[in-house]
Each structure stands twice: as structure tokens, then as C-alpha cells.
């Protein structure tokens, strides 16, 4: 359950205002998803102590960071830059140290998807064949011939 709910929380969480492209906020579904997968993992807590750590991170992660990385985003692309590539890091020092071989994926995932990927679609683009047929838009063709009163008088 908790899985699915973190899965509606990634497909419903509203990207575009957090990158700055629209004004609205519109994640309310995407922040129950998260804030009951929270009170899900934290019911599994062993006491209240680890509850309450539990929820006001998840509070913090789930409603107040993103109008941060918003405001950042909006104030200076550079030091938005700069902080996900610091939050990146920081996983990664994380995984690796609970898990070397999770941390490993996850670098190397955050390498093929930053990197590799792209170059790899920038090098095949040009092995692209294009195909044309009818169900391609129509491409206006201007002529340059008489048109109007000009060419139907005689």
C-alpha cells in the first residue's frame, strides 16, 4: 500500500509549479498521498519520539520543500542547480553508507539518466529517418503565381 500511495504521490505531484511554469498550486492529492504514506511508515514506529521525528519530516519534505526549491527556482537558476546537485550528493552519501551496492545504483542510475541518455539520443538524432505520409500535417506550399484580379481578366 504504501508503495502505491508513494507511486500517486510522484504521478500527481504538480512539477510544473515547482519549476516555476504555472502560478496555482494543485498538489493537494499529491501531498495526502505523501502525508499518508507517512502516517503509514510511522505507524510501524516503535515510540512516539520516532513518530513525531517521522511526521514533521515528512511535513517539511513533502509540503514545505518544494515551495522552497520554487522560490529558489524562480530567484536563481544557479543556485537551484547547486542545491539539487548537493541534495543528489547528499543521497548518495547516505545510500552508500547503509548500503554500498544501493548507493553504487543509485550513482550510476543518476549518471546514465544525467548524462549518458542524452548523448546517447544527441549521437543516434542523426541516424533519424524521417518518414512522410498522410497522416503528417499539411506543410502550406506558397506560389508564385498571378493571383486576384491580374490573372483572371483577358
Not at 55 to 80: D, G, N, W
Not at 88 to 106: E, T
Amino acid at each position: 500500500m504504501t508503495i502505491s500511495f508513494l507511486s500517486a504521490h510522484l504521478l500527481a505531484h504538480d512539477y510544473r509549479w515547482v519549476n516555476g511554469r504555472e502560478k496555482p498550486f494543485g498538489g493537494s492529492v499529491a501531498l495526502n498521498a505523501a502525508m499518508f504514506v507517512s502516517v503509514l511508515i510511522a505507524s510501524r514506529s516503535s515510540s512516539n519520539l520516532h513518530v513525531s521525528l517521522l511526521m514533521c519530516a515528512a511535513v517539511e519534505i513533502f509540503a514545505l520543500a518544494p515551495r522552497v526549491y520554487r522560490q529558489v527556482k524562480l530567484t536563481s537558476e544557479q543556485a537551484h542547480c547547486v542545491m539539487t546537485a548537493s541534495l543528489v550528493l547528499c543521497a548518495l552519501v547516505v545510500l552508500y553508507h547503509i548500503n554500498q551496492l544501493l548507493g553504487f545504483v543509485f550513482g550510476f542510475s543518476i549518471f546514465f539518466i544525467t548524462w549518458i541518455a542524452p548523448l546517447t539520443f544527441m549521437y543516434i538524432q542523426r541516424y533519424k529517418n524521417k518518414l512522410n505520409g498522410p497522416w503528417d500535417e499539411a506543410v502550406p506550399i506558397r506560389r508564385h503565381d498571378k493571383l486576384g484580379g491580374e490573372a483572371g481578366t483577358g
